[in-house]
C-alpha cells in the first residue's frame, strides 16, 4: 500500500512547484527546515489522496509513510492519522496517540504539527493527564514544543484556557519566532475562544519582557488603542 501511495504521489510531483515550497518553508543551510524535500505536491491534492486511502491503509503503513524522506508523504500520513483517530474508538485512539508521540522526529515542520498537534493530542488529552504536553514544552526540539502548544488550540477551543496559558509560561522566553508565533496566536484564541480579560491578564504580566512577535500575535483583535497600549 505504501509503494501504491508513494508512486501516485510521485505521478503529481511538479518540479518547479517543489522548488517555490523548499523556499517557501525554509530548507536552506541554517534555517529552521533545512534539508527536507518537497515532491510539489500541493494541499489539496494531498488531502484528495486522504479520502482515497485513510480506511486502506494500516497504522504500520501510516507510520512507514511517515518516515519518508518526502514533506507532501508525512503531511499525508499525518492527516490519514488525523482521519482515522476522529473515526476511531477509544483503544484505537489511544494507538494512534502513541504513534504520533513515538515520531516526533517526523513531525518536523510548523504546518505538519499545526494540522496535526489539535487533533490528535489535543484531542486525546482532553479528558485525560496532560503532563506530556509540560514535558514537550520542556524539550529542546522545537517541533515538540510547539506541538506543546498548539494542542492545546482543542483545549481553548472548547472553551478551556488554563493549560494553554501554562503551556504559554513555559515558552515565554523561547528563543525561536515559530514559538512566538504559536503563543501569540494562542493567546489570542484565548482572547477569541474564551475571554479577553483572561488573555489581559497574562498579558499583563508579561508584555514588557515577551517577545514582540509573540505580543503582536496575541493583541491582533485588540481595538488600536490597546494594541497601541502594550506595543508602548
Not at 10 to 33: C, H, I, S, V, W
Not at 142 to 148: F, G, K, M, P, V
Request: include cysteine.
Amino acid at each position: 500500500m505504501v509503494k501504491k501511495i508513494q508512486n501516485e504521489m510521485r505521478r503529481m510531483a511538479n518540479p518547479q512547484k517543489a522548488k517555490d515550497l523548499r523556499r517557501f518553508f525554509k530548507t536552506g543551510k541554517g534555517e529552521y527546515a533545512a534539508g527536507d524535500k518537497f515532491l510539489g505536491v500541493m494541499v489539496p491534492q494531498t488531502r484528495l489522496m486522504v479520502k482515497k486511502y485513510w480506511q486502506e491503509i494500516s497504522l504500520e503503513e501510516a507510520r512507514e509513510l511517515l518516515k519518508s524522506g518526502f514533506h507532501e508523504e508525512r503531511l499525508l500520513a499525518l492527516l490519514i492519522l488525523v482521519k482515522k483517530f476522529e473515526k476511531a474508538d477509544e483503544s484505537l485512539r489511544k494507538n494512534i496517540f502513541d504513534l504520533y508521540l513515538a515520531n516526533t522526529v517526523f513531525i518536523n515542520n510548523w504546518d505538519l504539527v499545526d494540522l496535526s498537534a489539535p487533533r490528535i493530542a489535543g484531542a486525546y488529552l482532553f479528558d485525560k493527564d496532560r503532563s506530556i504536553l509540560i514535558k514537550l514544552a520542556r524539550s529542546k526540539n522545537i517541533w515538540e514544543r510547539r506541538i506543546s502548544i498548539l494542542a492545546t488550540f482543542w483545549f481553548i477551543a472548547k472553551g478551556e484556557s488554563e493549560f494553554a496559558l501554562k503551556i504559554a509560561e513555559i515558552l515565554v522566553n523561547d528563543e525561536h519566532d515559530l514559538i512566538h508565533k504559536a503563543c501569540g496566536w494562542m493567546l489570542r484564541e484565548i482572547g477569541k475562544r474564551c475571554r479577553q480579560d483572561i488573555e489581559e491578564i497574562f498579558l499583563g504580566k508579561y508584555y514588557k519582557t515577551m517577545p514582540r512577535t509573540m505580543l503582536r500575535y496575541a493583541i491582533e483583535r485588540f481595538d488600536d488603542k490597546k494594541r497601541k497600549h502594550y506595543m508602548e
